[in-house]
């Protein structure tokens, strides 16, 4: 270790059957962080957990949201800071609600940052890549924390069949169109300011999450999850915010396609329909 430490940025320590690290296991953080300087990241290794859907049980990797405080109260009992933790996001409930909920008490917690972990168990592109996109545009407001996507590529074993990012042949779905558009309009420069705030609504069947910031508003609109109408046209007007002068820019996610629309453009009907959603929206910073 002491020869290699200089090459290794983190380590992930993965614990079997339990939430808690040992005396022993924390003995070893302590030593790795005190020592040698890494930081350590923890997962949980639950066995045998029914899953919705599936009909056996399965293994999970990583806290569920709701197990990050009996965790942090485990931590402040045995004095111990731990760098990082997985936490397991659960589809069948909101995903903005989640990492908000983890987003407010972070500052409270012994652990520096939560990542977390969004698996797919879905072959419906559209959920698949509704999910990815609701979970990447929610960690605007967690920053230094990281989220990863399962499978990367198409499980098919018999009675578990999962569209990844990836299909068998490593062509990109839709859900990996979509996390490359986003991450680059929203990531690849800092999101300045000091709002970072979410607003939501739900219109005509779509759900929109707005994320205010001292330079611009991101206004993501997703499927509801309620019952389809995908020849509706999007009524526009509802989302967008315009300032004369000042244009707007509607991203088709998966298609990696741009709209810039101005001031007087966003008086007419827009084409697009809920089947191309997700959508983002970048207008100007509301006041």
Same mark, same amino acid.
């Given at each position: 270790? #002491?020869? *290699?430490?200089?090459?290794?940025?983190?380590? *992930?320590?993965?614990?079997?059957? !339990?939430?808690?690290?040992?005396?022993?296991?924390i003995e070893i953080i302590r030593v790795l962080q005190e020592r040698f300087g890494v930081f350590? !990241?923890?997962?949980?290794?639950?066995?045998?957990?029914?899953?919705?859907?599936?009909?056996?049980?399965?293994?999970?990797?990583?806290?569920?949201?709701? *197990?990050?405080?009996?965790?942090?109260?485990?931590?402040?009992?045995?004095?111990?800071?731990?760098?990082?933790?997985?936490?397991? %996001?659960?589809?069948?409930?909101?995903?903005?609600n989640q990492i908000q909920d983890i987003a407010e008490i972070r500052s409270r917690l012994r652990?520096?940052?939560?990542?977390?972990? %969004?698996?797919? #168990?879905?072959?419906?592109?559209? !959920?698949?890549?509704?999910?990815?996109?609701?979970? %990447?545009?929610?960690?605007?407001?967690?920053?230094?924390?990281?989220?990863?996507?399962?499978?990367?590529?198409? %499980?098919?074993?018999?009675?578990?069949?999962?569209?990844?990012?990836?299909?068998?042949?490593?062509?990109?779905?839709?859900? #990996?169109?979509?996390?490359?558009?986003?991450?680059?309009?929203?990531?690849?420069?800092?999101?300045?300011?000091?709002?970072?705030?979410?607003?939501?609504?739900?219109?005509?069947?779509?759900?929109?999450?707005?994320?205010?910031?001292?330079?611009?508003?991101?206004?993501?609109?997703?499927?509801?999850?309620?019952?389809?109408?995908?020849?509706?046209?999007?009524?526009?007007?509802?989302?967008?915010?315009?300032?004369?002068?000042?244009?707007?820019?509607?991203?088709?996610?998966?298609?990696m396609m741009l709209q810039s629309v101005n001031f007087h453009e966003a008086e007419n009907d827009?084409?697009?329909? !809920?089947?191309?959603?997700?959508?983002?929206?970048?207008?100007?910073?509301?006041?």
């Amino acid at each position: 270790m #002491s020869e *290699e430490h200089p090459r290794i940025d983190d380590l *992930e320590i993965q614990i079997v059957e !339990t939430l808690y690290p040992s005396d022993k296991c924390i003995e070893i953080i302590r030593v790795l962080q005190e020592r040698f300087g890494v930081f350590v !990241t923890l997962s949980p290794i639950v066995c045998r957990e029914a899953t919705s859907g599936k009909q056996f049980p399965r293994f999970r990797f990583g806290y569920t949201h709701q *197990e990050i405080l009996t965790l942090n109260q485990f931590l402040e009992v045995n004095d111990v800071v731990i760098d990082r933790v997985i936490c397991k %996001l659960d589809t069948d409930q909101s995903l903005c609600n989640q990492i908000q909920d983890i987003a407010e008490i972070r500052s409270r917690l012994r652990i520096a940052n939560i990542d977390f972990s %969004l698996e797919f #168990s879905e072959t419906n592109d559209q !959920t698949n890549t509704n999910l990815a996109a609701e979970g %990447l545009f929610s960690m605007a407001t967690i920053p230094e924390s990281r989220i990863y996507f399962e499978p990367l590529s198409d %499980l098919d074993r018999t009675m578990d069949v999962t569209h990844g990012l990836l299909d068998t042949l490593c062509n990109p779905r839709p859900a #990996s169109r979509t996390l490359q558009s986003l991450n680059t309009i929203m990531y690849s420069r800092p999101l300045t300011g000091s709002k970072h705030s979410f607003r939501f609504q739900q219109v005509n069947g779509l759900k929109a999450l707005r994320l205010l910031t001292d330079t611009a508003t991101y206004t993501l609109l997703l499927d509801s999850g309620l019952e389809s109408t995908a020849s509706e046209a999007i009524n526009m007007e509802s989302f967008l915010y315009m300032i004369e002068g000042k244009p707007a820019k509607i991203y088709q996610l998966s298609e990696m396609m741009l709209q810039s629309v101005n001031f007087h453009e966003a008086e007419n009907d827009i084409s697009l329909t !809920t089947a191309q959603v997700p959508i983002l929206i970048e207008s100007p910073p509301i006041d």
